[in-house]
């Protein structure tokens, strides 16, 4: 359990990369030999962004450009990069250094963050004490991952689930004397490991080399998850987290303007409207539009709430999701 006070943030501008292709779900039904309608209805997904040929720098690159150009920013007012994703484009080095080549950076460091679905969370959690240190003056967070790279076709749970996405955020230190001024006003992560297993890619690191599995090493490679399992590891514990985060920041739900969820799933998102006391109005829901989108799923829902206008200046935002591992995670911000 990690827990945080307030420490002041402000979040400049968001963005997001733009797919090269958006996938109709029809368009699944009819490469599967599926009657139509069948992936929809097994889903919930309408369409969803595919990257058949960029690499993940480069689709962060796009949505890092579109942050800063919101921000009125170049890239030498950056100070550090943060890549938050929950795969990679190979196992060395971090993603964020290729990130920072894309972006044609040159000393400025650069890290990655993986907490899978909510390395965004986990991102905003450890910058924001980086920026309160005055460590950083303005920090690029970015976070992406081309789930279609991994996914069984034959797994329709999964391969008519998810969606290829980046998006990005330019987040500074705010006033540390504004008491009722921008901020992180808490943050909190839970992980349950017995479920570990339940969601991963189990190829591609120390334990399962190509020289140490006997079969086709690509079935290794592929994304699996057991859904129903993941569901139950974190049902029972959604409540008490969400009542634990909240008396972190010192609020209690009515005073949240906007709820952001981790868009993982048609059950994940019930689960959420179900559970929470608050006007479905007031979540943010963009899954059918967008699918799973892994780790950018969390900051394109943030994206779409402040470019809407749905989430504004002075508003308080709830961010919280699931991700493999199996953690909780939320924060609560002030914009």
Same mark, same amino acid.
């Given at each position: 359990m990690?827990?945080?006070?307030?420490?002041?943030?402000?979040?400049?501008?968001?963005?997001v990369?733009?797919?090269?292709?958006w996938?109709?779900?029809?368009?699944?039904?009819?490469?599967?030999?599926?009657?139509?309608?069948?992936v929809?209805?097994?889903t919930?997904?309408?369409?969803?962004g595919?990257?058949?040929?960029?690499?993940?720098?480069?689709?962060?690159?796009?949505?890092?450009?579109?942050?800063?150009?919101?921000?009125?920013?170049?890239?030498?007012a950056?100070?550090?990069?943060?890549?938050?994703?929950?795969?990679?484009?190979?196992?060395?080095?971090?993603?964020?250094?290729?990130?920072?080549?894309?972006?044609?950076?040159r000393?400025?460091?650069?890290?990655?963050?993986n907490?899978?679905?909510i390395?965004?969370?986990?991102?905003?959690?450890?910058?924001?004490?980086?920026?309160?240190?005055?460590?950083?003056?303005?920090?690029?967070?970015?976070?992406?991952?081309?789930?279609?790279?991994?996914?069984?076709?034959?797994d329709?749970?999964?391969?008519g689930?998810?969606?290829?996405?980046?998006?990005a955020?330019?987040l500074?230190?705010?006033?540390?004397?504004?008491?009722?001024?921008?901020?992180?006003?808490g943050?909190?992560?839970?992980?349950?490991?017995?479920?570990?297993?339940?969601?991963?890619i189990?190829?591609?690191?120390s334990?399962?080399?190509?020289?140490?599995?006997?079969?086709?090493?690509?079935?290794?490679?592929?994304?699996?998850?057991?859904?129903k399992?993941?569901y139950?590891?974190v049902a029972?514990?959604?409540?008490?987290f969400?009542?634990?985060?909240?008396?972190?920041?010192?609020?209690?739900?009515?005073?949240?303007?906007?709820?952001?969820?981790?868009q993982?799933?048609?059950?994940g998102?019930?689960?959420?409207?179900r559970?929470?006391?608050?006007?479905?109005?007031r979540?943010?829901?963009i899954?059918?539009? $967008?699918?799973?989108?892994?780790?950018?799923s969390?900051?394109?829902?943030? $994206?779409a709430?402040?470019d809407?206008?749905?989430?504004?200046?002075?508003?308080?935002?709830?961010?919280?999701g699931?991700?493999?591992g199996?953690?909780l995670?939320g924060?609560?911000?002030?914009?």
């Amino acid at each position: 359990m990690t827990t945080s006070n307030l420490r002041p943030l402000r979040i400049l501008a968001t963005g997001v990369s733009t797919p090269a292709r958006w996938v109709d779900s029809r368009e699944l039904d009819a490469r599967l030999g599926l009657a139509p309608g069948t992936v929809f209805a097994r889903t919930g997904v309408s369409r969803r962004g595919v990257e058949p040929e960029r690499n993940a720098a480069e689709v962060s690159a796009q949505a890092a450009h579109a942050a800063l150009a919101r921000a009125g920013l170049g890239l030498e007012a950056i100070d550090a990069v943060v890549c938050a994703n929950a795969s990679h484009d190979q196992a060395m080095p971090c993603n964020a250094a290729l990130l920072h080549r894309a972006l044609g950076l040159r000393s400025v460091p650069a890290f990655d963050i993986n907490a899978s679905c909510i390395g965004f969370l986990m991102a905003l959690d450890l910058v924001a004490s980086l920026l309160a240190s005055r460590r950083y003056r303005r920090v690029l967070v970015t976070s992406c991952d081309l789930a279609s790279r991994a996914l069984d076709a034959n797994d329709l749970d999964t391969f008519g689930l998810f969606g290829d996405g980046a998006a990005a955020a330019v987040l500074e230190a705010a006033n540390e004397n504004d008491t009722a001024g921008p901020a992180l006003l808490g943050a909190r992560f839970e992980t349950w490991s017995e479920a570990a297993h339940a969601c991963e890619i189990p190829g591609g690191g120390s334990r399962l080399t190509p020289d140490r599995y006997p079969g086709d090493y690509r079935e290794v490679c592929t994304f699996r998850m057991d859904g129903k399992r993941l569901y139950r590891a974190v049902a029972d514990r959604f409540d008490p987290f969400v009542a634990a985060l909240l008396a972190d920041a010192g609020l209690s739900l009515d005073a949240i303007d906007r709820v952001i969820p981790h868009q993982a799933s048609a059950l994940g998102m019930a689960h959420v409207f179900r559970r929470l006391a608050v006007p479905r109005e007031r979540i943010e829901d963009i899954f059918a539009a $967008h699918g799973n989108q892994v780790s950018a799923s969390l900051p394109t829902a943030l $994206h779409a709430a402040l470019d809407s206008g749905r989430l504004r200046a002075g508003d308080t935002a709830l961010l919280i999701g699931t991700a493999a591992g199996v953690t909780l995670g939320g924060a609560v911000l002030r914009l």
